[in-house]
């Protein structure tokens, strides 16, 4: 081969080989990663809650307000030293808010315990027929949780005691 076509070829060659990568896109730097995040642990006063929902933490019973009225029946308390009442009165019921509708139309009998009694104007000593409310306090159990064996607890805290309408 001749000198001249050596060199031409050399050329040749170097002028390709700086053309390929002079047409190619540079590539783009890589994204820096994230650090991973950490992981919390379980709290520890919040243990799994069962599948179950007759287990759950709602099927145990909790208070929901009771309030009732109605005309007295039976009055067989007493008052104690503090100003409160314990004993038994019996209403019948012709008012009630909605944890108390069972209770509408029938006669109630209530276990005062240290209950607030007050009396109207010529309410004291109380009669038959005096305008009677009962407010307290009853147990319940959430309506998807089964009530078999469930008796719900009627806790008075206060009764009020006003004469009967003329």
Same mark, same amino acid.
């Given at each position: 081969?001749?000198?001249?076509?050596?060199? *031409?070829?050399? @050329? /040749?060659?170097?002028?390709?080989?700086?053309?390929?990568?002079?047409?190619?896109?540079?590539? !783009? +730097? *890589?994204?820096?990663? %994230?650090?991973? #995040?950490?992981? !919390?642990?379980? %709290?520890?006063?919040?243990?799994?809650?069962?599948?179950?929902?007759?287990?759950? !933490?709602?099927?145990?019973?909790?208070?929901? /307000?009771?309030?009732?009225?109605?005309?007295?029946?039976?009055?067989?308390?007493?008052? $104690?030293? &503090?100003?409160?009442?314990?004993?038994?009165?019996?209403?019948?019921?012709?008012?009630? $808010? %909605?944890?108390?509708?069972?209770?509408?139309?029938?006669?109630?009998?209530?276990?005062?315990?240290?209950?607030?009694? $007050?009396? &109207?104007?010529?309410? $004291?000593?109380?009669?038959?027929?005096?305008?009677?409310?009962?407010?307290? #306090?009853?147990?319940?159990? /959430? #309506?998807?949780?089964?009530?078999? &064996?469930?008796? +719900?607890?009627?806790?008075?805290? #206060?009764?009020? @005691?006003?004469?009967?309408?003329?």
């Amino acid at each position: 081969m001749r000198t001249g076509s050596r060199f *031409a070829l050399v @050329v /040749a060659v170097g002028a390709v080989s700086v053309a390929v990568p002079a047409a190619a896109k540079p590539s !783009h +730097p *890589a994204h820096p990663s %994230h650090p991973a #995040k950490p992981s !919390h642990p379980a %709290h520890p006063s919040h243990p799994a809650q069962p599948s179950s929902p007759s287990t759950s !933490h709602k099927c145990t019973p909790h208070h929901e /307000a009771y309030t009732a009225s109605g005309q007295l029946v039976t009055w067989a308390a007493s008052q $104690n030293a &503090g100003g409160t009442s314990s004993g038994t009165i019996t209403v019948h019921v012709t008012r009630a $808010n %909605h944890h108390a509708a069972g209770a509408k139309g029938t006669d109630v009998t209530y276990t005062l315990t240290g209950a607030k009694v $007050n009396f &109207g104007k010529g309410a $004291n000593p109380p009669t038959a027929g005096d305008r009677t409310k009962v407010t307290g #306090k009853t147990t319940a159990l /959430a #309506k998807k949780c089964d009530q078999t &064996g469930f008796a +719900p607890t009627i806790t008075v805290r #206060k009764v009020d @005691v006003k004469s009967a309408k003329q």
